[in-house]
């Protein structure tokens, strides 16, 4: 898998992360790509995606208003601005891409293939 999360930490409540994901460009270009989290002992959630030209994102209910998806095409990579942080944020993140998801990312599932995520720990 040709994707690398960076960014994760231990943060308290309301604080702030940024995220990246560094990928080959067989993984990001014209890919749609997105985030994903896995809590511990909850399955993996979709988070938010983007689409190859940026213009067009996509968020879980739980996170609007406060996470950021970007992404710089010359750059290869992906972002995830976090704000207002919760404790039930707390998870490890990762980033996918159409290439590894059957062409859909938004339907990629824990039987594709991930990269090893980053942590993020938010504190009370």
């Known amino acids: 898998v040709e994707l690398a999360e960076s960014g994760g930490g231990l943060v308290q409540t309301g604080g702030s992360l940024r995220l990246s994901c560094a990928a080959s460009?067989?993984?990001?270009?014209?890919?749609?790509m997105a985030w994903f989290r896995r809590a511990p002992g909850k399955e993996l959630e979709f988070v938010a995606a983007i689409s190859w030209g940026g213009s067009a994102t996509n968020y879980a209910d739980s996170v609007e208003d406060r996470f950021t998806i970007s992404r710089d095409n010359d750059k290869k990579t992906l972002y995830l601005q976090m704000n207002n942080l919760k404790v039930e944020d707390t998870a490890v993140y990762y980033c996918n891409s159409d290439l590894y998801c059957g062409g859909y990312v938004a339907q990629c599932n824990e039987y594709h293939d991930w990269g090893q995520g980053t942590q993020v720990t938010v504190s009370s």
């Open positions: 460009e067989r993984a990001f270009s014209r890919q749609f």
